[in-house]
């Protein structure tokens, strides 16, 4: 068979991991496929010193791959949502098929994109824009297809999951961390998509839609970051059996779906909880296969390039074979449904909260009776150490599980105490079940 010419647009970490794994492993896929894949042109603004490119066709307009008549394959790798969005459209409008590792593009733009696919018989591979190398996108669309799925949750950021671990092992605060993990390169100069939860917003939407056979609809997605969590939450969590993680959760429900990432205290005996480092983790709950776990690499060069050969392999198959293609969101062409994405105070959860009261006698009795007058409950209470200078305590309880908007009118109450000083603060809980 003719081997299948590939061009790469974006020769940066995850580009250059690419072309380095194309080309150093030609053989063992050949094997595999019984054909070969060649790069056949490149497109980057600046030569990758790793990378070996001589006698391949190289260019600085991307839009030169995304209409050059011998490739037959786009890899898109340059980032961003506009340029991006432009490239992979006029790469579909020319009848190539399209590999990204794009999440941002795909979460905001996916819709757009999938349809201009379908339209032309071409096919949009995107496996490497969720958690890496980790193939938890296909073990969704295809492992589990014969399954309801109920509830895909996981850590699907790993600067923020970085942050946190070194939080709770070293009681540091989150400005140090956070300095350090953009010294070790793990986060961005600027670096509001990963700690705000707009990195890990685009995965959980990509990942809810392949799920549940939805629309994308980030826009949908509530975010919250990690920046106010304090070394303190981290060991009043640990005190009382619960890691603090900053997790996205999508989960069915009878009115709608949960779209959340926000920080989350989840039990320690669960297996994501003791996910550290800048490693990934995804929880898969289906009818028929119950949980499962998937665990990995998140980012990097080699874990991402990974994930965006093993995509274009597959549609190295379809090419012989388009009917076997697996549709994009792994649902027949007008199959997805509309489902509508709940509020976050439409959603019930169980919550941690942490306040500052006088500790004077009676107050804990005038702090329960707002929380049960609101139709809370409490499950359990910690009082610590009184801060000498004020005659303040720090008051931790977890609650039962409430309707946000419940939670909400009660912490509005509690501020408005004068036996509490300052804010209330609010984690979710969550046991994954």
Excluded: W
Excluded at 70 to 77: H, K, R, T
Excluded at 265 to 283: D, F, K, Q, T
Aim: proline letters at 4%; one cysteine or more; a negative charge.
């Amino acid at each position: 068979m003719k081997p299948i010419r590939v061009g790469i647009c974006g020769l940066g970490t995850v580009g250059g991991g690419t072309f380095n794994l194309l080309t150093g492993n030609a053989e063992e896929i050949r094997r595999r496929l019984g054909r070969e894949i060649r790069v056949e042109m490149i497109a980057a603004r600046r030569t990758n010193p790793a990378c070996d490119t001589s006698g391949i066709r190289t260019t600085a307009d991307i839009f030169d791959v995304a209409r050059d008549p011998e490739v037959d394959l786009v890899v898109e790798l340059i980032g961003g949502y506009d340029t991006a969005r432009e490239l992979v459209l006029t790469a579909i409008d020319h009848g190539k098929h399209v590999v990204t590792a794009n999440k941002a593009l795909i979460a905001v733009h996916g819709n757009e994109i999938f349809e201009a696919a379908a339209a032309k018989g071409v096919n949009v591979a995107y496996e490497a824009g969720v958690a890496g190398g980790i193939p938890v996108i296909k073990a969704i669309r295809e492992g589990l297809a014969a399954n309801r799925i109920n509830t895909v949750a996981g850590i699907i950021n790993g600067t923020g999951n970085f942050i946190l671990s070194e939080m709770r092992e070293k009681g540091r605060d989150f400005a140090d961390v956070l300095a350090e993990a953009q010294a070790l390169g793990y986060a961005e100069a600027d670096p509001t998509f990963d700690v705000e939860g707009i990195d890990a917003a685009h995965k959980l939407t990509i990942l809810a839609s392949i799920a549940f056979g939805m629309p994308l609809q980030f826009d949908k997605a509530y975010t919250e970051g990690i920046s106010e969590v304090t070394p303190e939450d981290l060991k009043y969590a640990q005190e009382l059996g619960y890691r603090i993680k900053h997790l996205g959760i999508a989960r069915r429900r009878t009115n709608g779906v949960e779209l959340r990432v926000h920080p989350t205290l989840i039990p320690e005996s669960r297996l994501i909880a003791n996910v550290n480092g800048v490693m990934n983790a995804v929880m898969v709950a289906g009818d028929a296969v119950g949980p499962t776990m998937y665990y990995g690499a998140g980012a990097g060069a080699a874990p991402t390039a990974s994930a965006v050969v093993a995509d274009i392999m597959d549609l190295a198959r379809s090419f012989e074979h388009p009917a076997c293609a697996v549709a994009a969101l792994g649902y027949a062409p007008g199959e997805l449904q509309p489902l509508p994405v709940l509020a976050v105070d439409q959603v019930e959860s169980a919550y941690y909260l942490r306040l500052d009261a006088s500790d004077k006698p009676g107050v804990m009795t005038t702090i329960t009776g707002v929380l049960s007058q609101a139709g809370i409950n409490i499950e359990a209470i910690l009082q610590k150490e009184v801060r000498s200078d004020e005659q303040v305590a720090h008051i931790i309880m977890l609650t039962h599980s409430v309707q946000e908007s419940q939670m909400n009118s009660a912490i509005t109450s509690l501020e408005g105490l004068e036996v509490v000083t300052g804010k209330v603060t609010r984690i979710r809980m969550d046991h994954l079940n």
